[in-house]
């Protein structure tokens, strides 16, 4: 007999099916016995009338415990009052294995032992339905890319400088050189793009942040779009654009995962663009009007994120940041050279930063002295130079951080959520 997955047992109703589980509860009456029974795909419950199946199906049902694992057989019939909407008459059981003493049982556990188990951890309900949903998320960020024209290009991991700063880097060795794991693809994003016009990268960057937050990683997935002949304002056009696909793809395709999370789906629908726009002086006075004032120059915590979210009912762009705490590449407004044409795009309802972008110095000699204000040197930088000596164009991109985004869509507290295996501070087990 052909096996079946739970995800399209609808289709054999009335029909005897076989399929390989794994049992997550059971109940019994002593008369009958209910088994959670669950494949992956899907979810049902097993039936069996101990007066209506052989003694020995009856047996091996009272073996299962939590999480063993075995091939049923079994006779598919519609049940509205299940969550999966069908049962499962059970007529046979074949045990692969009787696991004894699964460690997490349904009693509530604390964080730290549930992180120490991750690898078991991911079975459950909630955690399961997270990583559907980012699964989805990254299906929808690939289509957006890929239905407007933009090329996926890779770039390194091991590389020979840093694009976001000194601080946060991860050092190793390179034969006898040294390298450090890349914090962003950006700077040959830019490279990409020269080539190929639209490009965007998704991979894995590193950052060795020694902040314990809940919204910042070790280890974290970047999406880095890359677009020449596009400035400042039309590079926020297609952010918000982008943000508006995934939250639309999700609110379609995962409505039951989102229901599992108890996610409040009103605040994702209003997430429709065009987002709001402000200015980082505008958000100064926001913050001052809430007895939050900064000085000018000073850059913004999580708290002052959180503040400024709390006035919009869907994501919002603060622009033209000072350059002094920006990054070395981004371009200066021409009528204010003091502050770069950038903006962070900050998640509604307190999830921070979920992109950074700018529009780049396209213009050689004022490179150049970027570079020697940062002590850039010909030697790691001459190559991102050439870019600007060989055909010089406008260009900007951006950097969506995916796990703040699952975290955000989700509506979980913490990014170590997000990922399958987090890589957060002092935690690299399991
Ligand atoms: O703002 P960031 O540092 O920007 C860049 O790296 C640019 N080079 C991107 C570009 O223009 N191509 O990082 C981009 C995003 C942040 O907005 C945030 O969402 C996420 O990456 N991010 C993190 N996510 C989880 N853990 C961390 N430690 C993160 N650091 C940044
Ligand atoms: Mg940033």
Redesign the pocket.
Known sequence: MARVDLASIGQFVGQSVTFGGWLTRKRSSGKIQFLQIRDGMGFIQGVLVKAEVDEAVWEKAGQLTQESSFYVTGIVREEPRSSSGYELSVTGIEIIQIAKDYPITPKEHGVDFLMDHRHLWLRAPRQRAILRIRAEIISAIQSFFDERGFTLVDPPILTPSS??GTT?LFHTKYFDEDAYLT?????Y?EAAAMALGKVYSFGP?F?A?K?KTR????E?W?I???MAFVDHEENLNVQEQFIGYIVDRILSKCRAELSVLERDVAALERVKPPFPRITYDEALDLLKEIGMELPWGEDFGAPHETAIAEKFDRPVFITHYPASFK?F?MKPDPNRPEVVLCA??IAPEGY???????QRIDDPELLAERFSEHELTEEAYGWYMDLRKYGTVPHS?????????VAWICGLDH?RETIAFPRTLYRLYP
């Open positions: 694009c976001e946060n914090q962003s693809g950006q700077l994003m960057t950052r942040e902040s919204r910042h990683l070790i974290f970047m880095e779009p890359e990054a590449y962070d795009m921070g930063e979920i992109i950074g972008g700018s991109g951006f950097g969506l951080g995916l796990e703040r985004v990014v």
